[in-house]
């Protein structure tokens, strides 16, 4: 039996911030002690709400797990509401 190796799932969700700007999601996931990143994906979206329904559709599909908590960055726009969302979701695969 392979022994299992620690990996990670790694999401951004940065919103452009011109005017009609879009969310760009970045997906990727890296296994632990080998250099470079396994697996990388990237989608654009025209709301936050939409970006983090297809993360979590991609930690489904790549992952054992069922989501990731997206946690709001620090950067916020004229109305108060972040710019960035990240999540990071640690897994053990074969």
Excluded: C, H, Y
């Amino acid at each position: 039996m392979a022994k299992k190796v620690v990996k990670t799932f790694s999401a951004n969700l940065n919103k452009n911030p011109e005017k009609g700007g879009a969310w760009m999601a970045i997906i990727s996931v890296t296994t632990e002690g080998i250099d470079g990143t396994e697996t990388l994906n990237m989608a654009a979206w025209s709301n936050a709400s939409a970006g983090k329904r297809w993360v979590k559709s991609q930690v489904q599909a790549l992952t054992p797990r069922k989501s990731v908590k997206m946690i709001a960055g620090d950067g916020k726009d004229a109305k108060g509401k972040p710019t960035s969302f990240v999540g990071v979701v640690t897994f053990k695969s074969a």
